[in-house]
């Protein structure tokens, strides 16, 4: 079943044409990877499927229901949690403050579970957003979206200017929410990291679709990943470095 479903998105910012009939698909229960250069438009492409930057043409279709052009709060009240890039926490609340802010939605996931699964927000709960490393906002804005318990977690670039023992620590997250039946939809830089725990993968270039397929067939074309996702030589190994 998908969960979410795009269907040739044409999305502009202004007068400028930044996707060009972009389709993809979230099925249920899995983790899917949107990569690509800078600029090809894949936060664009997340920011449609929420309603942030809303399609002139196409559909999105979320949970089976027509939701182009909703508003993003009336999204993630199906069941969308979003972590958008710079994480976008509040700054000036304190981490247990953070957390108490979403809605209460039943499900697995609450306050005291998120703080065993980041020990490191227990020990800074008192301390403000702003006080925050890198790593831990990240953390913080991940706990946030788990604590919605939603059916789609959708994650733009989660290890953007970490350390590389913190990005395999929330890509550890990450494959932890799918392993509650989660579905992940994961835009990222890090494209040997990202392959190698999604099931399928995406690639844009020049905000149209020039991949779409298994992860692992993608990651075992050495030339492809270079030439279409900019990819960095990275591998875990080197995240364990």
């Known amino acids: ?8 998105l044409q999305t502009y910012y202004g007068k400028s044409h930044i996707l ?13 990877a949107l990569l690509g250069r800078n ?3 894949k ?8 309603g942030l930057t809303p ?13 182009t052009g909703w508003l993003p709060h009336r999204v993630v009240a199906l069941g969308v949690g ?17 957390l108490r802010v979403p809605m209460d939605r039943p499900g697995p996931w609450n306050i005291e579970r998120v703080y065993k699964l980041f020990p490191r927000l227990l020990e800074r709960q008192v301390n403000k957003g702003g006080q925050l490393s890198g790593g831990e906002q990240e953390m913080l804005a991940i706990a946030r979206a788990l604590l919605l318990n939603p059916r789609v977690m959708i994650l733009d670039e989660p290890s953007q200017g970490l350390a590389p023992l913190i990005v395999r620590q929330v890509f550890e ?4 929410a ?17 392959v190698e725990i999604a099931d399928r993968a995406y690639v844009l270039e020049h905000g149209s679709m020039a991949y779409e397929g298994p992860a692992a067939e993608f990651a075992a074309d050495e030339e492809r990943v270079r030439a279409l996702a900019g990819a960095s030589a990275e591998s875990w190994d080197d995240l364990d470095a």
């Open 82 to 98: 979003f972590v958008p890039e710079g994480r976008k926490i509040f700054r000036n609340l304190t981490v247990d403050e953070n």
């Open 55 to 67: 399609p002139r043409e196409g559909k999105v279709l979320t949970f089976g229901q027509d939701t």
């Open 43 to 50: 936060s664009t492409t997340l920011r449609s499927l929420i």
């Open 1 to 8: 079943m998908n969960l979410i479903e795009a269907e040739g």
């Open 178 to 194: 799918r392993g509650e039946g989660m579905s992940i939809l994961l835009v990222e830089q890090n494209v040997r990291a990202a």
């Open 20 to 32: 060009h009939g972009v389709g993809l698909a979230v099925r249920e229960g899995e983790i899917v």
């Open 39 to 41: 600029g090809a438009g």
């Open 173 to 176: 997250v990450i494959k932890a």
